[in-house]
């Protein structure tokens, strides 16, 4: 039978339960279990399409297009799959499709309840997608902290799918948070058994509980866990502070989780395989170089709003034996004082992300001129991409150029509305959005970095190229190396004179993975390797 694993999580929100729940399907994998990942949102977004991510975090964009959160990013990169977008549940998602049919006549004569109504609904779509990936075992991670009112009907379908498919096949595995009082260095327990309480008081004791904390769990503080949880000691976890976050399922699995779930789950699995993992992970752990780059963006203060570029720009860095140092700059910093653009001088190489609106745009341009003239490795994202065209544009004499985005009345929209977004008014999933074809050109940069002439990367934009500027730009010296299919659409730019000037519409990143890094930023990491060795 089907193998189910719910991750919850206590005491506070942002202790990892993404990266648990990945590392625990990995270590599934690599005992032979073929496996897939859920994420649940409680929130009533239909989709994280609309968010701001300096609050939610990043939108994380999957291959057939869905708008979803960042932890399905982190599975991906882990288990090396493509999730589809129907795996990040949402409340709001459920309760359209409750609504729907109660609207159609579906539901008629009957009063429509959280329970059974909703919580049926989560659970079928739990089995349909299990049904559909045809895996042996799905991770279904809930988002939020136990005692959230908005997460009360999953947890709810959770304890349900455990009577009715059987203790043997839905495991419950608690995410908590150990803290260290710095004064007397003690690992304190206490947050963990009141969250455990809390789960429990709704009716669902879990399996194992795997502790966040600064250090191993200590043998006492895990006597004190398997005592007050009512589990047992050897189902005590711990995933300590480490350099990197592929260590944690070689951390987990060494502490015996592997084999604990093999008991829980009653199957034998074959030895696991971690050669390939470990070997992949030497570049992580033990780099020889040290990198500087300046993330010039507006949400800069969140790491989470870039997590998939931090995480390529990890991948690439480990791939050129180095570790990457990211600092994130406000780009409004060089808007009100011109002079510390300067600043990037010290950097070995400069990045531009995605965005969207007006604010900090003039910065990104400013950081971008300031590579460009500085011959200083550069990398654009999507707007980063826009961006390098508009400042390209102004250099060769089209003062006025912007994007119609920033300025809808500017004289040179380098930038515009794609023709197919001129009619539309519902904000969400109406962008382009996921993978599509790209032709690259021989020749360039882009062929040499991909090995091949024809690629597929994923998009989230409205706006792109202007047609009408395009020969004039090209005549100028820029260079558009990827281009759709049919040749309407940029997707890719370079600079033949400078050792790495180079941008994309696409978000390579979101494709990036630990032992398979994104090419753009394998080719970025290494022009800013080379500007390293020279200043040191």
């Known amino acids: 039978m089907v193998k189910y694993v719910f991750i919850t999580g206590g005491v506070m929100s942002g202790i990892g ?11 599934l994998q690599s005992r032979g279990m073929s496996v897939t990942a859920i994420k649940v949102d409680p929130y009533l977004n239909v989709d994280a399409g609309t968010m701001n991510p300096y609050i939610h975090g990043e939108v994380f964009v999957t291959e057939d297009g869905g708008e979803t959160d960042m932890d399905l990013g ?24 409750v609504i729907g049919k109660e609207r159609k006549g579906e539901l008629l004569g009957i009063c429509v309840q959280i329970i059974p109504h909703i919580t049926n609904e989560i659970k079928n779509k739990i089995r349909s997608i299990t049904k559909k990936s045809k895996v042996d075992c799905t991770i279904v991670e809930i988002g939020g902290t136990v005692g959230d009112i908005e997460s ?14 059987g203790s043997r096949n839905v495991i419950n595995v608690h995410v908590t948070l150990v803290p260290v009082l710095e004064a007397v260095g003690e690992q304190k327990t206490k947050p963990t058994q009141h969250s455990v309480q809390e789960l429990r008081r709704i009716g669902i004791q879990p399996d194992a509980v795997v502790v966040r904390s600064e250090i191993p769990l200590k ?26 976050i592929y260590e944690v399922p070689l951390i987990l699995d060494k502490q015996g989780l592997g084999d604990y779930l093999s008991d829980r789950m009653n199957v034998k699995l074959k030895k696991p395989e971690w050669k390939n993992w470990r070997n992949m992970l030497e570049g992580f752990t033990d780099p020889k170089y040290e990198i500087k780059i300046a993330m010039c963006g507006k949400y800069a203060e969140l790491a989470d709003s870039y997590v998939s570029i931090n995480e390529a720009l990890r991948h690439a860095g480990a791939i050129n034996n180095a570790s990457i140092n990211i600092d994130w700059v406000e780009t409004e910093i060089f808007e009100n004082k011109p002079s510390r653009i300067s600043d990037l001088e010290n950097y070995h190489g400069i990045l531009v992300p995605g965005g969207f609106g007006s604010r900090g745009t003039e910065g990104k341009i400013m950081a971008i001129s300031y590579a460009h003239k500085q011959n200083i490795p550069f990398l654009g994202i999507c707007f980063g991409f826009q961006m390098a065209i ?5 250099h060769i004499g089209i003062v006025e150029a912007n994007s119609a ?16 977004q001129r009619a539309i ?12 074809k790209i032709n690259l050109q021989s020749g360039t940069i882009a062929h040499r970095l991909y090995g091949k002439k024809m690629i597929v990367e994923r998009h989230r934009h409205r706006y792109e190229a202007n047609g009408e500027y395009l020969d004039r730009l090209q005549e100028a010296g820029l ?15 370079e600079l033949k004179d400078n050792q790495f000037h180079f941008a994309t519409q696409f978000h390579g990143e979101f494709k990036s993975r630990p032992n398979r890094p994104s090419p753009p930023y394998v080719g970025f990491i290494a022009a800013s390797l080379k500007r390293a060795l020279e200043l040191s």
């Open 152 to 165: 009360l009907p999953f947890l709810e379908a959770a304890r349900q799918m455990r009577l009715e498919e």
């Open 74 to 97: 982190t599975y991906e990169r882990f288990l090396d799959i493509n999730i589809p977008k129907d795996h990040n549940i949402t409340t709001g998602l459920i309760y359209l499709s």
């Open 17 to 27: 339960k993404g990266v648990t729940a990945a590392s625990l399907g990995k270590i």
């Open 390 to 394: 508009v400042e390209f544009a102004r």
């Open 405 to 420: 985005e920033v300025n809808p009345r500017t004289e040179h929209p380098v930038v515009d509305l794609m023709p197919e």
């Open 479 to 493: 260079i558009f190396s990827g281009k759709s299919p049919d040749g309407l659409r940029m997707e890719i730019l």
């Open 425 to 436: 008014e519902d904000k969400g999933a109406t962008m382009r959005l996921g993978a599509d």
């Open 219 to 244: 043998d006492e503080p895990r006597r004190k866990i398997a005592l007050f949880c009512n589990i047992e000691e050897r189902a005590v976890f711990t995933s300590p502070d480490i350099k990197s």
